[in-house]
């Protein structure tokens, strides 16, 4: 790529910013309460929540990731995108309405609701700072490689410039706008991803007559592997741990998105739970489309640029969206679909920040150190420093560990939101015996367990793509912790209620049921 | 921006005052709330509504959950141990484990609308039953 396109790729993606940061300060001006900073004033239609989330959602790695793992891994890279789709549902019908419901502004009101207040909401604020932190790590990683491939920036001090430059737009997004101006961020940059990924693909089967076969065929044509590409196996296949490992891994995505933080916080932002739930179906829509488009865009780009060609660039896989735009529509296609990919990263963070900032202000700070007495205007200060303090540390951590293979991250970011998240909302919700001490230990047990085998497994260290490959502690096999994870922090709620001698109080679990399915009592209609 | 309102319903009119006093005109049953109009939480889950409520969500909820996780976490295996199975050609180039892919995107769409409607239809007027017991709705 030459540096022409750098200039056109840098003008559409200073126009996004600009237009954007007007959006977002227009949004935010007469942002004054907590409500609004948290939850938009709970003021946002299904319809336009549902955008957001998806917007939230959808980040560089499915974008980039999954139409470059489409092309170089074909049949096992689709069936990635699978389980994001079908792990909507899981939020569909369990969580959105509940949560809606039960909780005022983060995972934390939810989770304290019937137990004691400081230590279970500390656990969650723990719990969401440390997703939040690895998922909003990883992105800025992929900010700092994207540039390398999109810009011609190739010295380490180039890509930090870039990846601080994200940090401090992300920043400005939040405290300027807070929820509302996020959301709006979140909105734009949706349409936009779905938009270009829906006309690329219509171009796409537009070119092989609008037949699926075809193009496919087309695709294993141009692919080193021949037929194969079609066929599961290449990515995953292989050994019974390799098999295994996605297993456990298709487990942690299809249970960890609906319990991922920055998604849970978006369904504080609807007034009710029938908007809770007619957001979740929109965003299933927007969702289920972009992969469907992703998986033509993969296997076009397989076809249009072939395989050599996408594994040879700079950026390897996660450059076959940006070739095959280049191949289809010249320097300009290119540059709409790196500002898109920007648009995409930094939408991404930016709600990431606002739910970190979120669960710091009003769960550790307003809750366990001023034990609920806080003053709102001090709760908001916080807040804000908060965001600024959380984009300092995804900056440095981005620039830390750029370069590196942090792909891991963002698997290890769905298997902890299954792990500590999921067992928890489960329990408090449906089991009438679940007290504050299965709380903690599934809390901690799923996300203690989650990261020990992280640190102890091939992502780590033992193999050639490990963080430290030449040194081997890895004694557990699988890259993915899930499957061993999410059960045991089921296992540990249940032992820690069994085990402690504290009873459940039976009249806050009778207002949790009712309230959690009817809404009464939350002052929501 | 909008704030729904709750549709129309059959069931128990809420009434006026805090616990419903019986009148001729209004023979309904009392508000499940306390001499301060705080709903009574117990009351309410032990209630026929409410209990009616639970379970016509537990019987679409409970199967659907998983039917979902069992077909989806069946494909996976189904790709990750019967590998040759799942590369028959059905059509053209397709094979079937693409086909059983793309009908993943397909019941999850199913799904996910009937969900929506089986709630409009089936629990939305439940829970407003429900919030007719208590003084939550009354402006």
């Known amino acids: 790529m030459t540096s022409g396109n750098t200039v056109i790729n840098l003008s559409v993606f200073a126009v996004f910013v600009l237009i954007t940061l007007y959006v ?20 946002f239609t299904g319809p336009q929540n549902g955008v957001a989330l998806s917007g939230d959602f959808l980040s560089a790695a499915s974008f980039l990731g999954i139409s470059g793992s489409i092309a170089v891994n074909g049949y096992d890279g689709f069936l990635y995108s699978i389980g994001w789709v079908v792990s909507w549902l899981l939020g569909l019908m369990i969580i959105s309405e509940r949560l809606r419901n039960t909780g005022r502004f983060t995972l934390g009101d939810v989770l304290a609701f019937r137990m004691k207040q400081r230590p ?18 990883a992105q800025m990683a992929g900010a700092g490689a994207l540039m390398a491939l999109l810009l011609d920036v190739h010295t380490k001090g180039g ?6 430059v994200v940090g401090v737009v992300m920043v400005l997004y939040v405290l300027l706008g807070g929820m509302k101006g996020t959301t709006w961020v979140q909105i734009i940059k949706a349409v936009l991803l779905v938009l270009c990924v829906t006309l690329l693909t219509v171009f796409l089967l537009g070119k092989f007559g609008f037949s699926l076969s075809s193009l496919l065929e087309t695709a294993s044509e141009n692919s080193t592997l021949g037929p194969e590409v079609l066929q599961p196996g290449v990515r995953y296949g292989g050994s019974p741990t390799n098999s295994l490992d996605f297993l456990s891994l298709a487990l942690a995505l299809v ?13 504080y932002t609807v007034p009710n739970a029938r908007e809770a739930r007619r957001s979740v179906v929109w965003a299933t829509w927007m969702i289920a489309v972009f992969y469907l488009c992703t998986l033509v865009i993969g296997f076009g780009s397989l076809a249009l640029v072939g395989s050599k060609a996408i594994s040879e660039a700079p950026g390897g896989e996660n450059s076959a969206a940006p070739l095959l735009a280049f191949r289809v529509g010249g320097a300009v296609l290119l540059g709409i679909v790196c500002a898109v990919a920007f648009a995409t990263i930094l939408a991404v963070v930016a709600g990431l920040t606002l739910t970190a900032s979120a669960s710091f202000a009003h769960d550790v700070y307003a809750n366990v150190i001023k034990r609920g007495k806080a003053d709102p205007k001090e709760e908001l200060k916080v807040a804000r420093l908060t965001a600024v303090a959380v984009g300092v540390l995804a900056i440095g951590g981005g620039i830390a560990v750029n370069g590196q293979n942090v792909a891991f991250l963002v698997a290890l970011a769905f298997a902890l939101a299954a792990s500590a998240n999921l067992s928890t909302i489960l329990y408090s919700l449906f089991w009438k015996r679940f007290n504050t001490n299965g709380t903690l230990w599934a809390i901690y047990g799923g996300l203690g367990s989650c990261i020990l085998l992280i640190v102890f497994s091939p992502a780590m260290s033992g193999t050639r793509s490990s963080i430290f490959p030449d040194v081997d502690f890895a004694w557990f096999p699988l890259g993915n912790p899930g499957i061993v994870s999410i059960p045991l922090s089921f296992l540990c ?28 009592g939350s002052g929501l209609r | 921006m909008t704030k729904a309102i709750l549709p129309p319903t059959d069931s128990r009119p809420a009434r006026s005052g805090g616990r419903g006093f019986a009148t001729f005109d209004d023979p309904g049953v009392p508000l499940l709330t306390d001499a301060a109009g705080n709903p009574d939480f117990v009351a309410i889950r032990d209630s026929e509504d409410f209990q009616e409520l639970r379970r016509r969500w537990t ?16 494909y996976v295996a189904l790709s990750a141990y019967a590998p040759t199975f799942m590369s028959t050609e059905v059509y053209g180039v397709l094979n079937i484990g693409l086909i059983f892919g793309l009908l993943q995107f397909v ?21 407003a039953a429900v919030r007719a017991l208590t003084s939550e709705d009354r402006t």
């Open chain 2, 107 to 127: 019941t999850t769409i199913t799904l996910t609308l009937s969900y929506a409607r089986y709630a409009r239809r089936r629990l939305d007027p439940q829970v």
């Open chain 1, 159 to 164: 890509q930090a410039i870039v990846i601080a």
């Open chain 1, 493 to 520: 709620g249940y032992l820690g209620t069994v085990f402690s001698k504290e009873q459940a109080d039976p009249e806050k679990q009778a207002e949790m049921e009712v309230r959690a399915m009817t809404g009464i």
């Open chain 1, 255 to 267: 249970l960890g998105t609906a319990c991922l933080p920055h998604v849970l916080m978006r369904f």
């Open chain 1, 24 to 43: 977002v300060y227009r949004a935010g001006s007469r942002n004054a309460t907590a409500s609004d900073y948290y939850a938009a004033g709970s003021s």
């Open chain 1, 120 to 137: 279970v909401r500390a656990a969650a604020a723990n719990v969401t700072l440390v997703i939040s932190l690895f998922y909003m790590i």
């Open chain 2, 59 to 74: 019987i679409f909820v409970l199967p659907v959950t998983c039917g979902f996780l069992a077909w989806y976490l069946g």
